[in-house]
């Protein structure tokens, strides 16, 4: 089993940065592609951000582009979500998640993840 603890939500104002965290424990996989998910209240989960395990590539939803990055530090094994010019629309619950199989198409569907984290809050007042 892999554990996935989420930290660095809260609370922001408009326009202010956040940057996320996601430790992973237990029978972590050195090749664990890894992924950000979130929520809004009355909405469906969407993807978010994913990165491959080395670190080589990366895709966005196409309503972060330019504004969050994804990254991850192997040694720690820690995947990280920079937040820059937030906006209200972005207020949700955060997870992460890891894909223990091969890198394919981007990782852009929940089905494809094996390990989810609890979630953390991010809420952008306006």
């Known amino acids: 089993q892999v554990q996935l603890v989420e930290s660095g939500g809260g609370l922001v104002q408009a326009g202010g940065s956040l940057r996320l965290s996601c430790a992973a424990s237990?029978?972590?996989?050195?090749?664990?592609?890894m992924g950000w998910f979130r929520q809004a209240p009355g909405k469906e989960r969407e993807f978010v951000a994913s990165i491959k395990w080395s670190g080589s590539s990366t895709e966005y939803a196409d309503s972060v582009k330019g504004r969050f990055t994804i990254s991850r530090d192997n040694a720690k094994i820690t995947v990280y979500l920079q937040m820059n010019s937030l906006e209200p629309a972005d207020t949700a619950v955060y997870y992460c998640a890891a894909n223990t199989r091969a890198w394919s198409g981007g990782l852009y569907s929940e089905n494809q993840y094996d390990y989810w984290g609890q979630g953390t809050q991010v809420t952008v007042s306006s």
């Open positions: 237990g029978r972590t996989q050195y090749r664990m592609n």
